[in-house]
C-alpha cells in the first residue's frame, strides 16, 4: 500500500509509502484524543487539509469513541513508522496491508487491487501481464523510494522480459507538488505513457478528476505465479500489544461499514472480491 504505501512484498505499504521498520509499544496511547499518524500530501489517502478518505475515515471511527482527532504529520518514506507510532507521537496508522508484519492490524475495512489505466479513446484493452501488447507500447510502473525498489507490477513486467518499454514513476516524486504519486495518472492522460499499471486507490481517485477520460481495468489474476501478488487487504495498525485498542477500532470499523463504503465510493476506490477467475480466452 502504499506513496509508496503499503508495499507488501513491496506495495500498498509501499503505495502508502510506509517504511520497514521494527515497530514496539514504546508509549501509551490517549485517553481523550485519536492520534493519528499521516501523510500530509497523499491524496486520495491524507492531506493536512483533511481532504482524503483516510481523514474522513478516522473522524468516522473517533466520532463512535467519543474522541477528537489530532495528526502527527510526517511524510509517507523511510522511517516514518520510527518517527511516528514507534516514537509514542500517535497510535494509529490507517491503509495499512493485512500482511504488514510491524504493527498490530485490524480486520480490513477494504480490499483493493493494481489496475491497467488507459486512455478510453485507446483501442487498447489490457487485462493481464500476458497480454502480448505489453511488449510492444510504452508501460508506465509506480516504483518505491530513491533506490527504485520495484513494485509487483515492475516484478511481473521484468519477469516476462517486458523492460525496454518500461518506464518508472517513483510513488514519492516531487513532494513540493500536490500529491506526487498522482504523477504517473497524469502521464497517460497526457499520452506519454499508453498504459499505467498503479495502485487502485490512487489510480481511481486521480482517474475520475482527469480532463481525459480514462479508463480503469483490475489486474487478472489477482495472484501472478509462483506468487506475486496484485490484490491487498487494507486495515488501521497500531502498536504491538495495543489488542484491547484494536478490539475498540474492529468494533467501529464493522458498526460503520456501510458509511466506510460510501466513502470510498465518493473517492472512484477500486474494490475486489476476495476471488476473480481468470478471464476465459
Not at 166 to 175: F, H, L
Request: overall charge positive.
Amino acid at each position: 500500500m502504499s506513496s509508496g504505501f503499503r508495499s507488501f512484498a513491496l506495495v500498498a505499504v509501499t503505495v502508502a509509502g510506509v517504511a520497514l521498520v521494527a515497530v514496539s509499544a514504546t508509549a501509551g496511547r490517549s485517553e481523550h484524543a485519536l492520534r493519528i499518524c499521516s501523510d500530509p500530501n497523499n491524496l486520495p489517502f491524507s492531506n493536512q487539509r483533511l481532504q482524503g478518505f483516510e481523514n474522513r475515515i478516522a473522524d468516522l471511527i473517533a466520532k463512535d469513541l467519543n474522541e477528537k482527532v489530532e495528526y502527527t504529520w510526517w511524510a509517507q518514506r523511510r522511517g516514518f513508522i520510527r518517527n511516528t507510532l514507534k516514537a509514542g507521537s500517535c497510535d494509529v496508522i490507517m491503509g495499512v496491508p493485512t500482511g504488514m508484519d510491524m504493527v498490530l492490524k485490524t480486520a480490513p475495512y477494504y480490499r483493493s487491487t493494481y489496475v491497467f489505466v488507459t486512455r478510453r479513446d485507446n483501442p487498447l484493452d489490457i487485462r493481464s501481464f500476458d497480454d502480448d501488447a505489453l511488449k510492444h507500447v510504452r508501460v508506465g510502473v509506480q516504483l518505491i523510494g530513491d533506490d527504485g525498489q520495484n513494485t509487483p507490477p515492475a516484478h511481473a513486467l521484468s519477469n516476462r522480459g517486458i523492460i525496454q518499454n518500461v518506464k518508472g514513476y517513483t510513488v514519492y516524486g516531487d513532494y513540493s507538488t500536490n500529491s506526487p504519486p498522482s504523477k504517473i495518472i497524469d502521464a497517460v492522460a497526457r499520452r506519454e505513457i499508453d498504459v499505467a499499471v498503479a495502485w487502485g486507490p490512487m489510480a481511481g481517485y486521480w482517474a475520475s478528476r482527469s480532463p481525459v477520460p480514462l479508463k480503469l481495468v483490475p489486474v487478472q489474476p489477482q495472484i501472478d505465479v509462483p506468487f506475486l501478488p496484485f490484490v491487498f487487504d487494507i486495515a488501521v495498525g497500531v502498536r504491538r500489544g495495543d489488542s484491547t485498542f484494536r478490539a475498540s477500532l474492529d468494533s467501529v470499523l464493522l458498526k460503520r461499514r456501510p458509511e466506510i463504503q460510501r466513502i470510498l465510493d465518493e473517492y472512484n476506490i477500486p474494490r475486489v472480491s476476495t476471488v476473480t477467475r481468470r478471464r476465459s480466452s
